[in-house]
Structure formats: C-alpha cells, structure tokens
C-alpha cells in the first residue's frame, strides 16, 4: 500500500480498523508467551491503538511505529500523554513512562535505532499490507527481534478476490511460509467471525477467519 493511501485515511478519519477497546486476543493469549516483566515490545505500523497502553500497564516497554502524524497526535491526546518529539535518523520519536513512539517508515527502521527487542505485537500490520509488500515486512521483523523474542500475530482469512483489501486476506499457509524459516510458529486459536461483521456478510463473503499465532524468533 503506497504510503499516501494511509496518510489520506488518517486524515479523513477512514480508521475503521481502530478498536476503541483492547484487542480480546492480546488479553488471552499474551501471557502464554511467557514474555519476560520489563520486556521491550515492538508495535510495527501500530496506529492509534490502545493496545500499546495495555501493554505498558503490564509492565512492558513498548516501541511504537507509526507512518501517520495525525493517528500519534490523536494517541497523545485522547489519552493524555504528555509527549515531547525530538528528531533522529529519519524518526521523529517521543518517550513517556514506557511508551516510545516513532514516526516514519517501518520500512527504514535500523535495528540500532531500536535497541534489543524481546517481543512483537502485530495486529493489522501483516494484513495491512499487500502480498509483494508482507516478504519485506517480515525481514524487517526479523531483522529488528532478538534471538528468543516472541510475537503476537492475528491474521485474518476470507476467499479470495470477495473484496479489495486492506485488509487482506494472508492465509495460514501464508502465513508458516513467511514465517517458518526463522520463528517457530503456532496457531493459537482460529474461528469465523463474520457473524460479527454484519458489513462483511450484507457483501456476500462466504467466511471471515481470524487466525491469532504464537511466534518464538529462533
Ligand atoms: C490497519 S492500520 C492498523 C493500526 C493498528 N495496528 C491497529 O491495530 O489499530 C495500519 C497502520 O499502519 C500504518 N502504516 C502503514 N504503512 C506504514 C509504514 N510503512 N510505516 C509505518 N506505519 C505504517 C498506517 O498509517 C496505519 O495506521
């Protein structure tokens, strides 16, 4: 997806994809990663989302990376944080009590900008993404964990072609063959939850599968 598309969506507020209540999968599954009190977690491509807040209430560091300024503005202040930018390597980053947030391209992130990262938090970052971008995405976040670190990864499924994404469909098998060569992966839970999107059904598309995997770096 060209960067513009997403910028424009921030800035006419298309942000549907925004849960206004923490993701039930984090909170399920987290704490079976066994991930480490005082962690650092990557949160790629995260948005505004308040699931970064959970995860910094469970004693976590958390490294947030965001294209849009306008989607870290409204973060900051719906949530009254107190941020204050300055400038490095392509990043406008910000720190308050355990959050850092950085703005810019995911893609150019440099592992020593970040520092060790034991975990990763991907809730519509894969699936924002088309197919000739997730090969590239997932290099990067390999690239930036450390060996060991876990991952949080909720995917989502539905027959080909029934509609344009984001977000797209990126299948289990997908989702081993990104995967599999560098993290071990496994299926934590999968369900249709079409029923759950009316919008979705009222289209016509046959199934809606979420997929929530576990990930260990090796
Ligand atoms: C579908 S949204 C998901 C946001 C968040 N993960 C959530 O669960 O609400 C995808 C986000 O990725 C951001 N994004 C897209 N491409 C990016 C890139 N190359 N670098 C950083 N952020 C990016 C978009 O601005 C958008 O906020």
Redesign the pocket.
Known sequence: ?E?RF??D??AEQRIG???PEI?PHLQRHWDGLAVPAGGRVL???????L?MLWLREKGYEVLG????DI?LQDFSRENELSLEWSREGGFASACCDGLTLLK????HLQARQVGELTAVYD???LV??PASMRPSYVEQVTRLLAPGAAGLLVSIDYPEGAMAG??FSVPAAEVMALYEDAFEVNLLETGDVLKANPRLAEKGIKYLRKQVWGLRRR
């Open positions: 997806m960067k997403w910028l969506c921030w994809f925004h849960l993701n949160v790629p491509l995260c948005g505004k989302s699931d990376v965001e294209l849009s989607a810019g391209d995911f893609f809730r519509a970052a924002a993404l984001p977000p």
